[in-house]
């Protein structure tokens, strides 16, 4: 299985209607933080989630997150790691 790419080094911050959605989990997809297919044959696979009213979320960025699809601060270790 591969590794997540680090896409961005903090949350998505969106507001969205109710409804089904796929989170990208491979950091590949080019329509970030949604899935596009991109991951195939990565071994990683887009996690779904369903909103049940319009609401405003902070999805993961980084692909580290320990509550995927949402954002837990687990970007913070990448910034501390990548800072010369």
């Known amino acids: 299985m ?5 896409v961005k080094k ?3 911050a969106l507001e969205l ?13 080019q ?10 044959g990565t071994g990683l696979e887009p996690l779904p989630f369903t909103l049940s009213k319009h609401d405003k979320v902070w999805l993961c960025g980084c692909k580290h ?4 699809p949402f954002c837990d601060g687990a970007h913070k270790q990448f910034i501390a790691e990548l800072q010369p």
């Open 17 to 29: 209607d109710p409804g089904e959605y796929w989170w990208c989990a491979c950091g590949r997809s």
């Open 10 to 12: 903090g949350p998505y």
């Open 31 to 40: 329509a970030q933080p949604f899935c596009d297919g991109a991951h195939q």
């Open 2 to 6: 591969s590794e997540p790419v680090i």
């Open 65 to 68: 997150s320990a509550t995927p």
